[in-house]
DNA sequence: AGCACGCCGACT
DNA sequence: GTCGGCGTGCTC
């Protein structure tokens, strides 16, 4: 019997241990491991037992397994092993993003000085430097501390020479904390105040049928997927907690997942006023050991109710009867970092193996759970009235080209007459603004208004963010940070002027057309540093005491505000910035998301503009009527022509070197030995639109297959035509499904 | 990816 | 001779 074990490695794959009799009951799947790697020891998690093993090298025997109790349980396992599979990912990767950050961690050394008596002096400078240090401690110092203060450079080599002169001791260790901890913290607890009696809301008719289906299907305890599509302020949330109940009430659990942006102090407290002490809540806000606290409390049992954002898929449960996706198009369940899987996708996968129900929740659903809704793999419920009763307000779009519409605009103005005009009656009612604008396309630079350059940074193919506060230029992408330059570094002229962040100048322009209005902003500069900035400024509008608030994607979702009767989208197009085939999708979702926020109370007339410099586009008209079955069918037949998913299949081989001359080798090279699949089809090697990242220059391949099979066959084709061609410079990464394509 | 080894040029 | 940058080989 062979353990497979996953190690963060170059091969990414799974390496063959012996067990040697005394681990035989505790090495099984799922188990964090010591194992014998090259020179030294490595943990890793064993994946999986097998009886043969095709490694003709000697095979070593695991040292050890750490903790009591294997950390992943068979179902995580098995979840793991279809997600490292499907999206084509190194097992280690996947365990290390499933696994609380505190498991797998690297080897620690304590290096303890031995000599009674002083160095001798035959030492050589930079070596007695270092044993002065050491010999301070008598119980010796860990070696992170000691790069600390006497540097990184050389000292693997110094304390081997301190070592083999006999002068010192180094112990290593790969102990993680297993242990709980004697006062976990507890992150729901923290965040509500006193346990509420709660009533319960009188469901409507809609939602009374839509939690009928659900919980029959919880009832009845099989996997059943769920599309459950409704408006916003249709009261989607309160359907979640009946199905939660009931799930509970089957003596099983629920997890719940939930955008990022999303999973908000407030949010978590409306939870733990239902669902008490069997709440969990995983964020990614948490220190390591807070989350390892929450992620114990899940697995012991003790927590009931999981919510948190992607990475909480991998929560660990004894039973899960329900998972909830709230949000379901969301694109931050999908992100390029770290490893590339869609959270919603293997939700349903998750519930499958576990015969759970599964709730795909959105207002506006992305075309891929559409098309399966319609062709009867998801069950469809619909939520087409808002739960208040009110109506959804109208949205105008107004044509920004318009000269008209231009009238009184500056130069950089961001507010067109039109929307002008409907605040300041607005403002004479005496009722609320709000105006929404994109972050992406409105970003802060430093611009030379002679050679039209940007600053850009040095290690990525973007623009330099300029930070007002710190006054310096930041990159988004790595951490490079510069001061503003006095010239032009294009041209060396005096021609650099700040464009500041959208909102500021949004803000701005608003505080100067309406000088006695309250104004007040929210995006991320305005609410970082600071928790409760966010709340209280959402309190004030809330309250009335501010009469415009302007900002970005933070104030889109969710909230609730009774006094707003006016909503303007800046620009709508912002949403379409990134040219690929879900940019209409966007759109849609993004004007229909900020419109939600007007007249959510019956009897009250709010009011939406959209500015937009193509107001014929159907995407913007579909969402000025509220119609997401017009979008769709037109959306979907767009697809469909294009032979876009859901239509299709794709995914992205990406390569990355520091050096372009050896990239663009590898890449003519492996242009010239392009394997051919049949029935897919292969874009690329080509430069990727953000062609520079982190100081690696980058390339990319898209393969467009008629299924999910014909694209891995070509994706396994084209790796294996790639990795020998690569050298060890060159990175190679594949993203299956892809949601960005820069 | 780590990690260790060893070559070599810079410095003193 | 000492120091440290950097390329190279190996890992069940
Ligand atoms: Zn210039
Ligand atoms: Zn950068």
Redesign the pocket.
Known sequence: MYAQVAI????GGL???TIPDALREAAIPGALAL??????NRTGLIWSLADT?D?T????PLADILGDTPPLNAELMRLLDYIARYYRQAPASIAAAALPAHLLH??KRRVIWLGETAPPDSL????RALADHLRKRKNGLMESTIAQHVGR??L???L?LLRDDGLIRIEESWDARHKARENPHWEAEEQAEVRQLHEPPQLTDEQQEAVDALNEAITAGRFAPFLLQGVTGSGKTEVYFRAVETALAQGRQALLLVPEISLTPQLTARYRVRFHETLAVFHSGLTPARRHDEWRRARSGQARVIIGARSALFAPFADLGLIVVDEEHDGSYKQEEGVPYHARDMAIVRASFNQAVVVLGSATPAMESLHNAQHGKYHHLRLTQRATGADLPPIELVDLSDPQNREGMRAHSLIGKTLREAMSETLAAGKQSLLFLNRRGFAPALLCNLCGHSVSCPNCAVALTLHKGRNQLMCHYCDHVADPPDVCPECGQLGLIRFGPGTERLEEEVKQRFPDANVARLDRDAVKGSADRLAKTLDAFRSGAVDILVGTQMIAKGHHFSGLSLVGVIAAESAMSQPDFRAAERAFQLVTQVAGRAGRERGQTGRVLVQTFDPQHYALTAAACHDADLFADQELRFRAEAEYPPFSRMALVRFSCEDLGEGDRFVAELRRNLPHTEGALVLGPAPAPLSKLRGRHRWQLMIKGADIRMVHQAVGRILAAAEPLAG?NL?IGVDIDPQAFV
């Open positions: 963060k490695g170059p091969y390496f063959s241990y194992v014998p790697m090259g020179r030294g093993c490694y090298g000697e095979i070593k690297d080897r050589s400078p930079a070596l450079a050389g693997d080599r110094k081997k060890r990175r």
